[in-house]
C-alpha cells in the first residue's frame, strides 16, 4: 500500500483572478489570489474544485484543476491554475474568469484535494510521466521536489500529439540545466518534420532509458488508458504498482482481474 504523509483539511477561499496569460495558441495560466489572512496548504500534486457559472442557466458548475505550483513560504496566497482551451465550454471558462478578473469579483476555490500527492523519499529515483495538460501536476511535484532535495535523481517525460503542445518547454529545459540530476525527455507521438527529439509511445521511450525500474518510485498523469498501459507494459522492466502514484486509481480504479 501506498503511504500517504498527513493530510491537510478541507477549506473553502473566495479567490481573486490576478492574472490570465497565454502559454500558447489554446493554453492560459491562470493566477489566483487568495485573501491575505489566508495561508494556503497543500501537497504538490494536489487539486482544487473552482465554482464557476460559465454558462449561466446551467448555475454554478464544480470544475476540478490541478494546482501547478509548489506551496512556498513567500507567496503563500498564490494558485496557478493551467487551463487548455480545447472545447466551446472551456472557452466559456476562460471567459468567466477574465470577467470576474475585470470585474475583482472572487470565485470559490475548495482545496486541498486528491491523493496522489509527493509523498515518497527523495533518496530514491523519481520517474514523473505527464501526457498533454498532465504536466500541470508534474509541474507543481518537481518544484516541491527541487525545493526539498535539489539533488535528486528525476527522469521526467512529457508527450504530446503536436509541437505545439509543448507551451512549457523553457520551464523544464532550465530546470535540467540548473540541476544535474534532472532529465527532461518531451516525447512527440508520432514523428514529425522539424522534430529532432524523441518520438512514441511513452512507456517505448522509458523503456529505451531503463533497464530496470525495480527502486522507482513513478507519478503518471494522463487518461486512465495512458497510466494503466504504461504501467502494464514497464512491469517487464521491475515497475511495481505499489510505486505508482496517479489521480486515476481514484476517480478510474480498475476492477480487480478475475483469475482464470
Known amino acids: 500500500m501506498n503511504?500517504?504523509?498527513?493530510?491537510?483539511?478541507?477549506?473553502?477561499?473566495?479567490?481573486q483572478v490576478s492574472a490570465i496569460a497565454?502559454?500558447?495558441?489554446?493554453?492560459?495560466?491562470?493566477d489566483l489570489l487568495a485573501p491575505d489572512d489566508a495561508s494556503l496548504s497543500y501537497h504538490?500534486?494536489?487539486?482544487?474544485?473552482?465554482?464557476?457559472?460559465?454558462?449561466?442557466?446551467?448555475?454554478?458548475?464544480?470544475?476540478?484543476?490541478?494546482?501547478?505550483?509548489?506551496?512556498?513560504?513567500d507567496s503563500p496566497q498564490r494558485l496557478q491554475l493551467i487551463i487548455n482551451k480545447n472545447s466551446e465550454f472551456s472557452g466559456k471558462i476562460i471567459k468567466t474568469l477574465a470577467s470576474l478578473q475585470h470585474s475583482k469579483k472572487s470565485a470559490r476555490v475548495t482545496m486541498p484535494l486528491?491523493?496522489?500527492?509527493?509523498?515518497?523519499?527523495?533518496?530514491?529515483?523519481?520517474?514523473?510521466?505527464?501526457?498533454?495538460?498532465?504536466?500541470?501536476?508534474?509541474?507543481?511535484?518537481?518544484?516541491?521536489?527541487?525545493n526539498r532535495k535539489p539533488d535528486a535523481d528525476v527522469t521526467i517525460y512529457w508527450s504530446n500529439r503536436s509541437l505545439n503542445d509543448f507551451y512549457l518547454l523553457d520551464f523544464f529545459q532550465r530546470l535540467e540545466s540548473r540541476y544535474k540530476t534532472i532529465t527532461f525527455i518531451p516525447v512527440l507521438e508520432s514523428e514529425?518534420?522539424?522534430?529532432?527529439g524523441r518520438s512514441g509511445y511513452l512507456y517505448e521511450v522509458i523503456q529505451q532509458d531503463f533497464a530496470s525500474l525495480e527502486h522507482t518510485?513513478?507519478?503518471?498523469?494522463?487518461?486512465?488508458?495512458?497510466?494503466?498501459?504504461?504501467?502494464?507494459?514497464?512491469k517487464n522492466r521491475g515497475l511495481k504498482e505499489q510505486n505508482c502514484y496517479s489521480d486515476v486509481f481514484e476517480y478510474a480504479p480498475r476492477l480487480p482481474q478475475s483469475e482464470g
Open 44 to 73: 504538490a500534486g494536489q487539486h482544487l474544485q473552482l465554482e464557476l457559472s460559465p454558462e449561466q442557466e446551467a448555475g454554478m458548475q464544480s470544475l476540478s484543476y490541478t494546482i501547478a505550483n509548489a506551496c512556498k513560504p
Open 114 to 146: 486528491g491523493k496522489a500527492y509527493l509523498q515518497t523519499r527523495l533518496d530514491q529515483p523519481h520517474v514523473l510521466v505527464a501526457a498533454g495538460s498532465g504536466i500541470a501536476k508534474i509541474k507543481c511535484i518537481i518544484e516541491e521536489i527541487v
Open 192 to 196: 514529425s518534420p522539424g522534430w529532432g
Open 22 to 30: 497565454p502559454l500558447s495558441e489554446n493554453t492560459y495560466q491562470v
Open 3 to 15: 503511504n500517504h504523509v498527513m493530510g491537510y483539511p478541507l477549506k473553502q477561499y473566495a479567490c
Open 217 to 234: 518510485k513513478m507519478y503518471l498523469c494522463g487518461s486512465p488508458v495512458m497510466v494503466y498501459g504504461t504501467m502494464d507494459q514497464l
